[in-house]
Nanobody, 120 residues
């Protein structure tokens, strides 16, 4: 099976920083993209940032200039460095991957989520 495991969530004060990690494991042939989504209580899940196999990145307008996504392909791990955090960043953050499985089909995979809470 394929698993995505997030870590690094927690409680920080506004203006602080936090780094999330997501390690992927399982029977995956290759990764097309990995990234992060988030969902606050009562709101829709939204894209935060993505990174492709080739290193191209994309960010939600609300986090541009504050968040940085990166990956370590050798470790099958993606990171999200979050700086200048705001209370509105409070949400459950979900790791995401779009990958070619061993059966040679592109599939979406999701982690269980990690809580990020930013206090004012």
């Amino acid at each position: 099976q394929v698993q995505l495991v997030e870590s690094g969530g927690g409680l920080v004060q506004a203006g602080g920083s936090l780094r999330l990690s997501c390690a992927a494991s399982g029977n995956i042939f290759s990764f097309n993209a990995m990234g992060w989504f988030r969902q606050a209580p009562g709101k829709q899940r939204e894209l935060v940032a993505t990174i492709t196999r080739g290193g191209s990145t994309n960010y939600a307008d609300s986090v541009k200039g504050r968040f940085t996504i990166s990956s370590d392909n050798a470790k099958n791990t993606v990171y999200l460095q979050m700086n200048s955090l705001k209370p509105e960043d409070t949400a459950v953050y979900y790791c995401y991957s779009n990958a070619l499985s061993s059966s040679l089909r592109l599939r979406d995979y999701w982690g269980q989520g990690t809580q990020v809470t930013v206090s004012s």
